[in-house]
Every structure is written in structure tokens, then in C-alpha cells.
Nanobody
């Protein structure tokens, strides 16, 4: 079983930057891909970015502003958020699985989430 712990959320002004971190523990040998999702109040959870051996992929809403990266030795994935907007306000969740396709389809393990609030 994989455990995921997110950190780095907080309050940031429009146009600012924030970096989220997710650390995996437990059965990490089963992880080949990781990603980020977010859920705003009253909305469904949506895919933000993913990274795996297949490459990286982003939601259109964050392309050019967010960057996902990974440190395999530390079983850690990062989400660098630049030029943030009020609509980026959400709880951000980490996801991990065997393939990037499974991460994109939200089939993997979940963390507890970290709140990001962007003020206008």
C-alpha cells in the first residue's frame, strides 16, 4: 500500500508562486507515475498534471504556468505553480500509480490534500 503526503499549500496573491510537494511512502516500488489533481468548492476533482516514464502532461488550464517534476530517489513529486489565478483556488491532491495513464484516469492512491487559496 502507498501512502501520500502533500505539503506546501497556503495563501498566495494573484500572480504569485507556490510549490507543492508530495512524498510517497510504503510500497513505493509499485509507483512509476505521479500526478496532481485539484478540487474547488462545489466542483468535481479535476486532473492538473502528471509525470511518468511516458512523459509529462498538463491540463489546458495550467499549461505554461504550472510545472510538474519528480525526484525518484526521494519518491517525491513537485508542482511549481506560477502566475496563479483566483480560479486556481482548490484543495490539491497527489495521486500515484503504475502508469501515467492510470494516474490520468485517477485509479491510483490519494493523499489527504493541501489547500491553496489565491486572493485577487
Amino acid at each position: 500500500q502507498v501512502q501520500l503526503e502533500e505539503s506546501g499549500g497556503g495563501w498566495v496573491q494573484t500572480g504569485g508562486s507556490l510549490r507543492l510537494t508530495c512524498v510517497a511512502s510504503g510500497s513505493t516500488a509499485s509507483i512509476s507515475a505521479m500526478g496532481w489533481y485539484r478540487q474547488a468548492p462545489g466542483k468535481q476533482r479535476e486532473f492538473v498534471a502528471g509525470i511518468g516514464s511516458e512523459g509529462r502532461t498538463y491540463a489546458d488550464s495550467v499549461k505554461g504556468r504550472f510545472t510538474i517534476s519528480r525526484n525518484n530517489a526521494k519518491n517525491t513529486v513537485y508542482l511549481q505553480m506560477n502566475s496563479v489565478k483566483p480560479e486556481d483556488t482548490a484543495v490539491y491532491y497527489c495521486n500515484a500509480d503504475r502508469t501515467l495513464t492510470r494516474v490520468i484516469n485517477a485509479l491510483g492512491s490519494w493523499g489527504q490534500g493541501t489547500q491553496v487559496t489565491v486572493s485577487s
